[in-house]
């Protein structure tokens, strides 16, 4: 990929003269759809950003967030951070690298704002798991994953992992990360003086990444994963074990002015946004830059994305310490220019390779005005499926299946934060500074959003709140990462504005202010575009660190609560497993009655265990409960709409004080009794004279084939 004409045309009319090398692929990374999200910035001002709880909002590496006292409910002194990140591309072409290096990229955005990285969620979207391929990427992503979070001792707490189809050539992978700091420890991405020092330190810069901005803003070829190998970094966790304890005590000491973390375009990228951020500029020697490899030139210096580097601003005083510390933990650290108020100037052997306008070089790309095609919700065809057939296929589905596989690889519990473990709806960390637990959860089903981009956007936003009041949680802030095909292609660019606008427009009702997150586009191959599929990471509060879990105790009665009465089978699994079509169900209007009446049924005394329904419908939500316990079910109404919808706003409660209950939950909630929760591990269910009975083993063995398909 090169500098397009038509933007070649506005540098050199900028600069008053031809651009260089250097400038040429500078602009061309920076001015790319993956860094100045030129197909999208238009649409994100749809999102509501401000909130009493909001510190440091969009346009920064992460968010950060004022937790809430849990006596007086106003701000207390502890904050955390949150953002998040895709590493599309390079995941597939090198699913193990690929991957490890979206961890290492999202934890550092984490330091750079002067935080600890406490937690990570995946989100993990593969094509159709009959394929070979699919397999093979999946298990090379969670290995990457897996490997660089326990090196680095970072807790992965929850995520989700979906196969459809429409990834078949081009895998999804959506890392977001939280991390703690307060008011005295936080850093920005924005310079504070004229005459302060640049400070590169971590690993040397070599080769790897070269162009990896660039790569990810277009669409994957067939033989990508060996011609654009080149564009993928490769990851050292151990270097940055070390960068994160270096950087936490460089905080501590309070010797960063400003902080930035290398990821697309490199040092390039880094140090002329965060310039540019102070409304500065810089001087930048690039003879200066600690190098791995030789005979680099200055393009491959600027533009290398070369993983565990942080950039700094520091005071001329204080640069001996900040080597001091950097040596300490055995990390490279090079002292490469100075904060200036004129352009953003980089040498390279003497010769001047770069002379720009900073602001212009990091925020002066174009916009595209693209035209779009409005989506249409899909006509009524449904399946006809024997009930027990259907049952069997849609909990046996990969979709549905138990992800123990996966999360088991993940150090869950290392920091000894982690409350509630992966596997049920939400993870809850023990935020012992603060006195709250903090509840967090991530995911998208692209099933919904292929259906309906606008509903099934608008049911990510409530399905994601819903996990984390099952905790007995109410949500705080969410980060999106919103992943689409070529917006060149008006029917793509029109699923990817409805994702937008759904996603926007029920965080906005519930409350839920989007603090940050990224976007990801062109995710297109030789296989198709992607499903529309807005991948949101939100987490929530309540006071302690105690929830009731998902799993029957086999002591009482089953109720449901539901925000909304319709139950049609659009974008469902039971589709997906039988084909034919239906109407995604209307997301309810009175979704945050219905959060906050979960949250607060969730901590009652006498519930013992809370289970959003959601992928699958009521069966998978029953069977995912079954295990020492059992439930007895009655269901009344269409059967296929009673097991199978995927109607959001809807938990199943199990309560030993359902009186209680009823008194807890307001009259826009629709409550449900559909049994009783008993001790034989056994799912009896009844629905319109048709019974279905599995034993929990028989339960455990359809929900586990993904392990049973890939080791």
Known sequence: MSLPPSDRELVTEALGRDPTTAESAMFENLWSEHCAYRSSQPLLSAFD?????????????AAVLALPDPE???NGDTYITMGVESHNHPSYVDPFDGAATGVGGIVRDTLSMGAYPIALADSLYFG??????SKYLLEGVVEGISHYGNCIGVPTVTGSAAFHDGYDGNPLVNVACIGLTDAERLVTAEARSPGNKLVLAGNATGRDGLGGASFASEDLSEDAETE???????????AEKRLIEANEELVDAGLLRAARDLGAAGLGGAS??????????AHIELDRVHQREPNMNATEILLAESQERMCYEVRPDDVERVEAIADKYDLGCSVIGDVTEGNYVCTFKGETVVDVDAEYLADGAPMNDLEHVEPEQPARDRPDPDLEAAFEAVVGSP????KEWIYRQYDHEVGTRTAQKPGDDAALLAIREAGVGLAFSSGADPNW????????ARAVALENATNLATTGATPLAAVDCLNGGNPEKPDVYGGFRAIVDGLAEMCAALDVPVVGGNVSLYNDSAAGPIPPTPTLAMAGTKAGYDAPGSNLAGEGELLVLAAGEERSLGGSELLAQFGGTDRFPAVPDTGTAFVEAVADVADLEGTYSVHDVSHGGLAVTLAEMVGEAGANVTLDGDALEALFSEAVGRVVVETTRPDAV??????AVAIEHIGEATADGRLELGVNGTTLSYTADRIAALRDVIEADVE
């Open 49 to 61: 950003s401000e909130g009493d709880r909001v510190v440091v909002g969009p346009g920064d590496d």
């Open 72 to 74: 007086t409910g106003e």
């Open 128 to 133: 159709g798991f009959d394929r070979e391929h």
């Open 228 to 238: 654009d190998r080149p564009a993928v970094q490769v990851g050292d966790p151990y």
């Open 272 to 281: 002329s946004e965060l310039v540019a951020k102070g409304g500065l500029g």
């Open 399 to 402: 979709n549905t299946a138990s």
């Open 449 to 456: 959003t292929e259906a309906a981009p606008y509903e099934g």
């Open 662 to 667: 009823r008194e807890a939950v307001p009259e």
